[in-house]
């Protein structure tokens, strides 16, 4: 069964600094990993898409990585701004259909 | 083009009521599926639908139901509700991608809160 856990839980970094945020997951037989970013009480906003044939994806200040071999992701958040602050989520997608199991979320505050 | 839109955005019922929430998909996309987030329980897969069927469901009792229509929009049921049935239900909706491998697009959500 597959299981995706995401460290740590909880990160509050001063406006500016770099934001590293991890996820790893125990099956490497996966098609996608996708981040997401989820604001209070709202729904979820695709950050970026990494399909298993790639090892990263960028879009303007972020990059997301890929290693499935030691299942792991990890998602840059390059000179942080407090609009930063929000959850962020990581997903596998494990059938072709496109059922995605999430991790529980890195709650990020970002200080100005 | 109008992302995926989900209502009512905010729902209040009592034990023992029934919750219908709505979903329309991105035009095109033929499958809709349902998340349920219950605070402190992460995002659990629901329900599945694609060309009108039912194709997978997740570990939940069968008081949780719905359908597509034609249009390829969707309601999901939840009866004989309880308090635990508190939670952000989110629908996304998805076109196969070219790997294969479908790429969901998520809506805003509804919040059912039940008393």
Request: some cysteine; glycine content about 10%.
């Amino acid at each position: 069964k597959q299981e995706v856990t995401q460290i740590p839980a909880a990160l509050s970094v001063p406006e500016g600094e770099n934001l590293v945020l991890n996820c790893s997951f125990t099956d490497s037989a996966i098609y996608n990993l996708q981040w997401f970013r989820q604001d209070p009480g709202k729904g979820l906003t695709s950050l970026l898409l990494i399909q298993s044939s790639q090892r990263e994806q960028t879009s303007g200040r972020l990059n997301a990585s890929l290693d499935k071999s030691s299942g792991r992701s990890t998602l840059y958040i390059a000179a942080s701004q407090p609009g930063d602050s929000a959850t962020y989520l990581c997903a596998v997608t494990t059938d072709s259909w496109g059922k995605l199991q999430f991790g529980a979320g890195t709650q990020v505050v970002v200080t100005p | 083009e109008a992302g995926v839109t989900q209502s009512p955005t905010h729902l209040i019922k009592t034990r023992g009521q029934q919750a219908t929430l709505r979903c329309s998909p991105i035009s095109g996309h033929t499958s809709v599926y349902w998340y349920q987030q219950a605070l402190g329980l992460g995002l659990q897969f629901l329900l599945w639908y694609d060309e009108g069927e039912e194709r997978n469901r997740g570990n939940f009792p069968p008081r949780f139901s719905g359908r597509q229509f034609p249009n390829y929009s969707s309601e999901l049921n939840v009866n004989a509700l309880e308090l635990e049935d508190s939670a952000l239900y989110l629908c996304a909706s998805s076109f196969r991608g070219v790997s294969g491998a479908n790429v969901l697009t998520f809506g805003a959500g509804s919040r059912l809160t039940v008393l």
